[in-house]
Every structure is written in structure tokens, then in C-alpha cells.
């Protein structure tokens, strides 16, 4: 989360780690204008970092020969592990991220070793992580304030903005936040329902802290809980089935499914059980999948399934009028 000290302390990073730089650079690549950079570069020099301002066109900005803040050292599986998390970091929603994820790629490619630093390099150009698309956000400073709360266990009050029901003031206790498929989701005690309660971030608007505090209960797993109240929420028929799919193939498919359900390794494949509120749904989902399957039960969806594949036989089967074949 990016406040105005992180992102003087990214000029000097990027300073330090690529020399001179123009202020349209800088403003660039933390997402500020030309006059912020000049109250950042300001700010240095009131804490005594010496830097030098060069006018004209190839003007720009660097700190004085020999100035070096002390070094960090990683290992090369760590500059690995940080390059990657900041490429994910990127798509992750956190309002302002742009200054600190610049800050730690510049501290990064400052202190490695030259083998290191290029491979720090080719990793941000050449790898990409691609995370499911996340939903607009009502409240920039949502995801900053809940995280701040869920650390310091601090009651926070919002308005929720449900699409059945007008907005509605809330006051929660953040007992964890969870990132999935997408949409980011804070998980704690609502104090209008007086019961646990998930809520989407991008539902959320005006959060802010308020004087009271809470106590987390011991061991709670907010991607647990989240688990279990989505598939709380509207299904309502119980569906099982075999999905026949070899050991090695089925761990990146439990990743991917679309919903939400519980997994086990059985003879023949995977045995899923999950909810739905749409036979005819479910049954175009699973005429997609590249194998075979075997649905334990209800009845209703294998109905669903068969119309499903009297609907493409008769496709195959029909003559269309629009046919150019002749005789």
C-alpha cells in the first residue's frame, strides 16, 4: 500500500538504480505527474540525499557520485520467488501498488550481482502472470483500510451494495481477507446480522475504522469459511459425480473448476461433490469437458445432460436449407 513516504523512497530506489533519470521517466513509472516528482525529488534533499537536477533536454535527475543506501543480498531462488510475486502483485487490485512494486524492482535490480540482475530483468519482460479478470472496485481504498483492520483488529463500518436490496450500513470485524477467482472477499463478524459473513470488495464502499476491536477466533482460515458460504449461496441442488481423470492431470483441474466443491481421489478418477441451481447449465458445462464422467447422482441433471445430447444429435442430423450441397 503506497503512501507518500514509500513513494519518495521509490525515487530514491530507482535513482540509485538506473543512474539519471528524466521526470517524465519518474512520473512514468510511479504513476504521478511531473510537478509530484519535484516535491519527491524536494523531500530527498530536506532528509540529505544529495542529488543532482540537470536542465534541458537531456536533463533529468542523480544522486551524487558514491552515495549508496546499505545493500540487501538474496539467494537466486529468492530473486525468483519476489519476481514472480510482483508480476502477480501487479493484478491483484491494491490501489497505488505501481510506486512500491517499482520500488522493490529497482531495489532488486540495485544490490543483485550482474548474473542476478539479469535475470530479474528477463523474468518482469518475458514472464506474465495472468490472474482472473477482477471486478471494478466501488471504493479505491477498500482493500488498504480492510487489511490495516484485519492486522490491528479493528471493527470497520461500510456500506454494502447489494444487487437485490438498497445500500446498507454494516459494521464488520475483518477476520481475514481472500483473493478468488477474480474478486476479493472480506470474511468476519457482521455486527447488523450478529453471525459470520463474506463480503465482496467490489460491493463495499466508504469503509473506514472505527474505535472498536475484536478478537480473532484462534485458527480461523478465512478461505475456509469463504469455501463454505459460497456454496451456501443459491444452489440448492447436491450434485456427485466421477470425473475419470488420471491422478497427474486432475491437481491442475481442482485449480480451475468453475465453482466451488470438495475433491477426492477415487478408483476411476475424481469424485466431485458441489451444488448447482441449473441442471441445464451444469449439463452445457460438462459436454465441454475433453473426457469422461460419471454422475452419481441427482436424476434431474442426467435428464438435463440427455437433452443436452438430443439437442447436438439433432444438429448433426437435421438437413439445413442453407446446404450448397446439389445431388
Not at 105 to 128: C, D, F, Y
Not at 204 to 224: C, E, N, Q, W, Y
Not at 291 to 310: C, S, V, Y
Request: with cysteine; proline share 5%; aromatic share 8%.
Amino acid at each position: 500500500m503506497a503512501g507518500p513516504t514509500t513513494r519518495v523512497l521509490a525515487v530514491l530506489e530507482l535513482l540509485q538504480a538506473n543512474g539519471q533519470m528524466g521526470g517524465a521517466e519518474l512520473a512514468e513509472r510511479l504513476g504521478v505527474d511531473r510537478r509530484t516528482i519535484r516535491r519527491y525529488i524536494t523531500a530527498l534533499e530536506d532528509i540529505g540525499v544529495p542529488i543532482v537536477t540537470e536542465q534541458g533536454r537531456y536533463g533529468g535527475y542523480r544522486l551524487v557520485a558514491g552515495f549508496k543506501l546499505p545493500p540487501m543480498m538474496f539467494t537466486e531462488e529468492e530473486t525468483f520467488a519476489v519476481s514472480l510475486g510482483l508480476l502477480a502483485a501487479s493484478q491483484l487490485g491494491l490501489t497505488n501498488a505501481a510506486p512500491a512494486i517499482a520500488s522493490v524492482q529497482a531495489k532488486l535490480e540495485r544490490v543483485m550481482p550482474a548474473n542476478l540482475k539479469s535475470r530479474v530483468r528477463g523474468i518482469s519482460e518475458t514472464t506474465q502472470v495472468i490472474l482472473p479478470r477482477r471486478e471494478p472496485s466501488r471504493d479505491d481504498r477498500a482493500l488498504e483500510t480492510l487489511t490495516k483492520a484485519t492486522e490491528t483488529m479493528r471493527t470497520v463500518g461500510l456500506t454494502y451494495h447489494s444487487p437485490q436490496h438498497d445500500p446498507v450500513k454494516r459494521q464488520i470485524d475483518p477476520y481475514g481477507l481472500v483473493f478468488q477467482q477474480g474478486r476479493w472477499y472480506a470474511v468476519g463478524f457482521c455486527h447488523l446480522r450478529g453471525a459470520m459473513r463474506s463480503f465482496r470488495l467490489d460491493r463495499i464502499s466508504g469503509v473506514h475504522l472505527l474505535s472498536g476491536t475484536f478478537i480473532r477466533p484462534t485458527r480461523f482460515d478465512a478461505a475456509d469459511f469463504l469455501s463454505e458460504s459460497l456454496m451456501s449461496w443459491g444452489p440448492t441442488h447436491e450434485v456427485s459425480l466421477v470425473l475419470h481423470i488420471d491422478h497427474a492431470a486432475s491437481t491442475g483441474f481442482e485449480n480451475q473448476f468453475f465453482c466451488t466443491g470438495q475433491f477426492e481421489q477415487v478408483e476411476g478418477g475424481l469424485l466431485l461433490h458441489t451444488r448447482t441451481d441449473s441442471f441445464e447449465w451444469f449439463a452445457y458445462w460438462l459436454a465441454q469437458l475433453p473426457f469422461q464422467f460419471t454422475i452419481l447422482k441427482p436424476d434431474g441433471l442426467k435428464e438435463a445432460l440427455r437433452e443436452h445430447a438430443n439437442h447436438l444429435l439433432a444438429s448433426c442430423e437435421s438437413a439445413s436449407p442453407y446446404s450448397t450441397d446439389t445431388p
